[in-house]
């Protein structure tokens, strides 16, 4: 309602005054305007102006002051707020604003797995949650709350998303949790966002969400665990004998420790290394996993058990954007450390032709090494090099 002891035509010049005073920093003047003539006159009125201020004044706040305190025994600030609300402070909300984009920059998750640099800059284009800083943070830190925990174990995604939460429909499609965790796979798998239910379905497989326990499997050799249950004797058995056992996702569930020694572990994303591995060494074959590519809920478990029980993971994988987007994300999920995949290892390999590299993100283990796969634009298949790797082995 409009204050009965000042005019009715200054209204408009009351609301520049209000979005001024709200923009957080000091303010002197304030520019008015356009006025209409009838808001010249009140506005001259008001001040005591001999003449009219013109239709786009700068008017001094000290003088505003003192023109409203006469009229109504309040300040500026006190009578567009009682006229208009609260003053806002945009600077203060700026500065709100881009500390949120900085944490989610910044945020574990993230760092730890360069390609989702490109959905953070996705979030940050699509804006706040209903304007809100608050509601925006809290949906974030959920979703990556779940990509933190991804892949899972052949959690059902109900069960993942009451366990994570609090919520067994906080995942279900069209939900805005499941829309930017979807985002968020797409871009670490370097596909499309998905644009129908398989697709929806067929991405949420990829991070262990409900993987069956037969289809999800995971190679190995040389693991002789200590304990007596079913995983640890075909782990045994396969060792002593020379080969690779091929591990269910059922069969790493049912096992809930896999003791031992410790040990190093070589981890690798191509199971030809592994064949090669065998062929060498036989039943003295070390400690070896192979994750087949982009690991699964299998993978993902045995190398956890491994760590749980005070191995140390080593990895390795191919020199290609691929590659070393899987293998930012098997450290980030195991504690895996790199094994031979610096700058300088890729150098030593790299020859003048080979396969593209494909689009390269950051490899948080290593600064330059995204750079000089840039450069060189050729790919080195981990196959070249399992030569290296097994003489490594063997001499250690």
């Known amino acids: 309602m409009v204050n009965s002891e000042l005019p009715r035509d200054l209204v408009p010049v009351w609301e520049s005054v209000h979005h ?14 356009p ?6 006159s009140a506005l001259a009125d008001l001040l005591g102006a001999d003449r009219l201020p013109g239709p786009t004044p700068s008017v001094p706040l000290n003088d505003l002051d003192t023109a409203i305190r006469a009229a109504t025994g309040r300040t500026t600030s006190e009578f567009v707020t009682d006229l208009l609300g609260p003053l806002a402070n945009r600077a203060q909300r700026r500065d709100d604003v881009a500390d ?11 760092t730890a797995q360069p390609a989702l640099h490109d959905w953070t800059r996705a979030v940050r284009q699509a804006g706040l949650v209903n304007g809100s800083i608050a509601q925006t943070r809290t949906r974030l830190d959920a979703v990556l709350r779940v990509l933190d925990h991804l892949p ?33 796979l797409a871009a670490i798998h370097t596909v499309d966002p998905p644009n129908d239910a398989q697709a929806r379905r067929d991405l949420w497989a990829k991070a262990g969400v409900a993987d069956d326990e037969l289809s ?95 191995h140390t993971l080593r990895y390795h994988g191919d020199f290609d954007g691929e590659g070393l987007r899987i293998a930012a994300h098997v450290m980030a999920r195991t504690g895996a450390v790199p094994w031979r995949m610096t700058t300088a290892d890729y150098l030593a390999a790299v020859g003048p032709t080979g396969p593209p590299v494909g689009r390269v993100t950051d490899a ?33």
């Open 20 to 33: 001024r005073l709200s923009s957080g920093r000091a303010v002197a003047r304030i520019r008015l305007g």
């Open 35 to 40: 006025l209409s003539p009838a808001q010249q």
């Open 100 to 110: 949120l984009w900085a944490w989610l920059a910044a945020h574990p998750v993230v």
């Open 152 to 184: 899972a174990p052949g959690t059902p995604l109900p069960a993942l998303a009451d366990e994570l939460l609090h919520d067994p429909h906080a995942l279900d499609d069209g939900t805005a949790h499941s829309t930017l965790v979807l985002r968020a």
């Open 216 to 310: 999800s499997t995971v190679l190995a050799a040389g693991l002789r665990p200590t304990d007596e249950h079913l995983t640890a004797t075909l782990l045994r058995a396969c060792a002593d004998a020379g080969q690779a056992a091929c591990l269910t996702l059922g069969h790493l569930r049912a096992a809930a420790d896999l003791n031992g020694p410790p040990r190093t572990v070589c981890t690798v994303e191509n199971p030809t290394v592994l064949a090669l591995a065998l062929t060498r060494f036989g039943r003295d074959c070390p400690p070896i996993v192979c994750v087949s590519g982009w690991p699964n809920g299998a993978a993902i478990r045995l190398l956890r058990l491994l760590a749980d029980a005070g």
């Open 364 to 396: 948080p283990w290593d600064p330059g090494l995204a750079a000089a796969l840039t450069a060189r634009g050729v790919a080195v298949p981990e196959e070249r090099v399992a030569t290296v790797l097994l003489d490594e082995i063997d001499a250690g």
